[in-house]
């Protein structure tokens, strides 16, 4: 059974950094699309960053608002993903998601801002970011 466990959540000022991780289980960690997700309370959950592929050759897209300040990559050999999140702002506080599912234009989906294109979810974590 597909299993993802996000883990780095906890409070961050504004302007700071904070790292996530995803590890996944059940699965082939080399040929499925990762992603992070976010959702806000009463709101769609909406992409951040996605992954796809293996080492050096790993395709990366990101949602406008995360460009230049979210990095995502993934160590293979410890199945985890990583989201590094910089100059946080106090309106991104909120639910952080990791997802997977067999590639299926979720790079361009989530380039897009959307999650439609992951079936299977994390339980999440959450990012406070006081002001």
């Known amino acids: 059974q597909i299993r993802l466990v996000e883990s780095g959540g906890g409070s961050v000022a504004a302007g700071g950094s904070l790292t996530l991780s995803c590890r996944g289980y059940q699965f082939d960690f080399r040929t499925y699309c990762m992603g992070w997700f976010r959702q806000a309370p009463g709101k769609e959950r909406e992409g951040v960053a996605a992954?796809?592929?293996?080492?050096?050759?790993?395709?990366?897209s990101y949602a406008d608002f995360a460009k230049g300040r979210f990095t995502i990559s993934k160590d293979d050999a410890k199945t985890t993903i990583n989201l590094q999140m910089k100059n946080s702002q106090p309106a991104e506080g909120r639910m952080y998601y990791c997802g997977t599912n067999q590639p299926r234009d979720c790079l361009g989906t989530v380039r897009g801002g959307k999650h439609s294109a992951m079936h299977y979810w994390g339980e999440g974590t959450r990012v406070p970011v006081s002001s």
């Open positions: 992954i796809l592929g293996s080492g050096d050759h790993a395709a990366t």
